[in-house]
């Protein structure tokens, strides 16, 4: 029998979908299809693989017939077996979202300390001696720590779902009405919570500003609460997305071939530009210059953080 006859007669066997056996193989459906066609055939790793799923021999699967052995029935998948989470989807989904929703905080996190600081009374420029006034570099520190932290956690996702969508370029909906329903409550709950974070925070800020004339106190409480509610709205937006496994499936057969070329250049652009926001505060004594210098390098971050969450 040909190799083609063969796996038709070990997946039938098994009770097993095309959807199923391209899960468990990292490929996709469609390259299942092309082998049992005879169209094609899979590469060394996917025979071994197969062969460690229906336990035979490399040579009985390629040129032997496996229609003279004994079949185990305990193997076969019953028809009424709901279907699972084999890849480890959710897990990673739920991870990914954990980390963008980080990087939503840092960002928020860094803007608003520059200006929390800037509405307490710490100038953004120093007075220079004979090259005139210079920023003040202790506001843009946190500024850097966000736009740092933002980029460590888009980075961190990024490549370990381009790593997943590799080993698992095809999904299974194994999602039920239920899953859909609970989705939908977290992001609206998500949605709740980070307005009542940035209601909380307000008061909080409000209380400590005029009864407790703490100012830098009350806007510190402030940015927190902000940097927390774009945490929790991000984090419920997307574990709400991540149902949608069919949009998962187009994204994943796109960045199957490699297609992540732009996200790593805007990574290496923003790691670049990172490291010359911290030299422009030291090094260039010019306050014209250092403008001219962030300017550029906030349209930079900018487009780094757009490319980056558009494609991660």
Not at 52 to 62: G, M, Q, R, S, T
């Amino acid at each position: 029998m040909s190799f083609r006859d063969n796996l038709l007669y070990l997946r039938d066997s098994r009770n097993m979908t095309q959807e199923h056996l391209a899960m468990l193989l990292g490929v996709t459906r469609q390259a299942v299809s092309k082998w049992e066609a005879g169209a094609s055939t899979p590469d060394m790793d996917k025979l071994v693989r197969l062969c460690e799923i229906f336990e035979v021999d490399l040579d009985e699967l390629i040129r032997g017939d496996v229609t003279v052995r004994t079949v185990n029935q305990t193997l076969a998948i019953p028809d009424d077996a709901p279907v699972s989470d084999v890849t480890g989807y959710d897990p990673h989904m739920r991870s990914r979202a954990l980390f963008i929703a980080g990087a939503a905080a840092f960002l928020v996190f860094g803007v608003g300390s520059v200006a929390m600081l800037a509405r307490g009374g710490v100038g953004l420029l120093l007075l220079g001696g004979g090259w005139g006034p210079v920023l003040n570099p202790y506001p843009f520190y946190f500024l850097l720590t966000g736009a740092a932290g933002a980029l460590a956690c888009l980075a961190v996702a990024h490549i370990r779902h381009v790593a997943f969508c590799r080993a698992h370029p095809f999904v299974s909906n194994f999602y039920t009405d239920d899953d859909h329903e609970r989705a939908c409550r977290l992001s609206g709950f998500s949605r709740i919570a980070a307005c009542a974070l940035v209601c909380f925070g307000a008061v909080i800020a409000v209380i400590q500003s005029v009864p407790l004339q703490h100012v830098s106190g009350g806007l510190s409480s402030l940015v927190v609460c902000c940097a927390a509610a774009a945490l929790v709205a991000m984090y419920g937006r997307l574990m709400a997305r991540r149902i949608d496994i069919e949009a998962y499936n187009e994204r994943a057969e796109f960045l199957h071939g490699g297609c992540d070329v732009r996200v790593r250049f805007a990574l290496l652009v923003g790691a670049v530009t990172v490291v010359t926001a911290l030299g422009s505060l030291f090094f260039v004594l010019s306050a014209w210059s250092q403008i001219l210098i962030w300017g550029a390098i906030g349209i930079a971050v900018g487009w780094v953080f757009l490319t980056v969450f558009r494609e991660s």
